[in-house]
């Protein structure tokens, strides 16, 4: 049975540690926290409720196994997924401490939400052993994952992380270069900047951008993407034509993105009230399982229609990956 190693065992951690479970893997999981347990225990029982749902070939589960070290951990390891806190002298302390017990052939990949690659390989004994490997929450049920090399990683490493997150069934998307954030976190970040500015200036309520989104773009956007959707509305003459009929709104005054709102006491306190009468009663777990349920109808759903990740779980259902 092949082995992971999961450090850290937070939102992320747990969702990969069930991903690599799923799909046959031995996990040595390891979080310092006594909480990291009883998150884990739910989340993978959570995802074995979901999982097969949406993978048609799922290997026997593997085991869970909780280390009591780190070092013993990552020992055997053939991949090992760094989830610790978004600080980079944890980073840097977590990964020597890797580095310094794990087998040179491992790949180790970072769920780092913002840090480069290079960043993480300062100071390390095998800067070449380390890449970015960013998945989306839940970990179990979203296919991607952002493979983000520095100049130092080799082909051969790149290469292997990217058939080893084949084969848990993800969809790595090995980007050309390493900037702060990767793609799919500068996307949100802009989103989410417009986003806090329109309930600061008053314009609109956090359940009413939710709406706007929901019921609107965010349909169009899972299974279209952004520049498809925007060349479809470009009617028949397609993208050039919705290059030159938007291309004058870019100078107009359209977004706020470059200035930041502060996030002062008056802000937060908005947007927690907001999204509490939002929530309307609805824990943080009923919200997870509303998400879940909403995800597989929707994979469900891409499948039939063998679109967008639909047609990679298609896909794997035909290789039998
Ligand atoms: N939350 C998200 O939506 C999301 C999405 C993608 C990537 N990420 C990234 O994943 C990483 C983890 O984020 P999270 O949201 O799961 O955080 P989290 O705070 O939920 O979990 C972090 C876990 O790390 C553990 N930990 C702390 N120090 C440790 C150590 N020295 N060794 C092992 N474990 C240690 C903590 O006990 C905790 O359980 C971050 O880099 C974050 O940017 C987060």
Redesign the pocket.
């Known amino acids: 049975m092949q082995k992971a190693a999961i450090?850290?065992?937070?939102?992320?951690?747990a969702g990969w540690a069930a991903r690599f479970l799923l799909h046959g893997w031995q996990v040595h999981f390891?979080?310092?926290?006594p909480?990291?347990l009883e998150?884990v225990n739910r989340v993978v029982k959570t995802a074995a409720r979901w999982v097969p749902e949406i993978y048609d070939h799922l290997p026997p589960r593997g085991e869970l196994i909780i280390a009591p070290t780190?070092a013993e951990a990552v020992a055997e390891a053939e991949w090992i997924q760094e989830?610790?806190?978004?600080r980079l002298p944890?980073?840097h302390?977590?990964l020597a401490e890797i580095q310094a017990a794990c087998s040179v052939g491992a790949v180790i990949g970072?769920?780092?939400?913002?840090f480069m690659p290079s960043e993480l390989q300062q100071d390390a004994l095998r800067p070449e052993q380390i890449l970015v490997a960013?998945?989306?929450?839940p970990v179990y049920l979203l296919p991607i994952v952002e493979c983000v090399p520095s100049s130092v990683n080799t082909a051969a490493v790149t290469d292997r992380a990217m058939s080893l997150l084949t084969k848990i069934g993800m969809k790595p998307v090995l980007l050309k270069a390493e900037v702060p954030a990767h793609v799919g976190d500068r996307l949100l970040e802009a989103l989410w900047r417009e986003a806090l500015w329109l309930i600061k200036d008053g314009v609109a309520t956090t359940e009413q951008i939710d709406d706007i989104m929901t019921h609107g773009f965010g349909l169009r956007w899972a299974q279209k993407g952004l520049f498809e959707t925007y060349r479809v509305a470009g009617g028949t003459a397609g993208m050039r034509h919705f290059l030159e009929q938007f291309g004058p709104c870019l100078q107009w005054p359209w977004t706020k993105l470059m200035d930041v709102p502060d996030l002062d006491d008056q802000l937060i306190s908005r947007i927690v009230e907001q999204s509490d009468a939002q929530a309307a009663g609805r824990s943080v777990s009923e919200l997870e399982a509303e998400r879940d349920a909403n995800l597989v109808a929707l994979l469900k759903a891409l499948r039939t229609e063998n679109a967008a990740a639909g047609a990679f779980l298609n896909q794997l259902a035909i290789t039998g990956d």
């Open positions: 450090i850290g065992g937070g939102v992320i951690g390891y979080d310092p926290s909480a990291a998150v780190l989830s610790v806190p978004e944890i980073k302390a977590t970072s769920s780092t939400s913002g960013h998945p989306y929450n």
